[in-house]
């Protein structure tokens, strides 16, 4: 049975640096053997399906891929279809009525201990505000993620300690959950 996945490159095609060309990442998972593969924007999103391995050990192929490939690590979150509509139906958020750009989901390589966020004074960052969800985070940023104060915080090390953390604005995250429908 074949599976439709996403996968998420963390910090690739960012201010000029570590180059992956979306048709050579086609290419790449095309030779490990995924079918069906489509990159959406530039900055790290591949469709693909998949009759083999699981989100662990697909993500950790394709980055073992890159790594041979263009000479640097990057780390790969690897979601299913389900798992990214879900995703998107529990956004506590009203999508519908925000800016794309004020929604942002982290996605995460494991489920996030609520403690790692507990020392975090919310109030003090309003209007900002995030919520935790399986294996994600969901950012209200109403004044985009580049300015998010809060955005700063949680992306401290402390936080995302032994964690792959990538996050997508709430215009990709609908576009992974319709590519992977389709």
């Not at 910090?11 to 048709?23: D, L, Q």
């Not at 790594?67 to 640097?72: A, C, K, L, V």
């Not at 969901?138 to 402390?158: C, I, Q, T």
Request: proline share 4%; net charge neutral.
């Amino acid at each position: 049975m074949t599976t439709t996945y996403a996968a998420l490159l963390r910090g690739i095609n960012v201010g000029g640096s570590r180059k992956v060309p979306m048709a050579d990442l086609r290419t790449l998972l095309e030779n490990l053997g995924h079918e069906g593969v489509r990159t959406y924007l530039q900055s790290g999103q591949a469709v693909f399906t998949s009759g083999h391995g699981d989100e662990r050990s697909l993500a950790a192929g394709i980055a073992q891929a890159v790594e041979r490939h263009f000479g640097f690590g990057v780390d790969v979150i690897v979601r299913d279809h389900a798992y990214l509509k879900a995703i998107a139906d529990a956004c506590p958020f009203p999508a519908a009525e925000l800016e794309a750009k004020q929604l942002h989901v982290t996605y995460f390589s494991e489920p996030v201990d609520p403690a790692r966020l507990a020392e975090i004074d919310q109030a003090a960052y309003l209007p900002e505000e995030f919520r935790l969800g399986d294996r994600a985070l969901y950012l209200y940023a109403p004044n985009g993620l580049g300015r998010s104060k809060l955005a700063e915080h949680l992306s401290k090390p402390r936080i995302n300690k032994g964690l792959i953390a990538t996050t997508r604005n709430w215009n990709t995250v609908v576009k992974l959950v319709e590519m992977t429908g389709a």
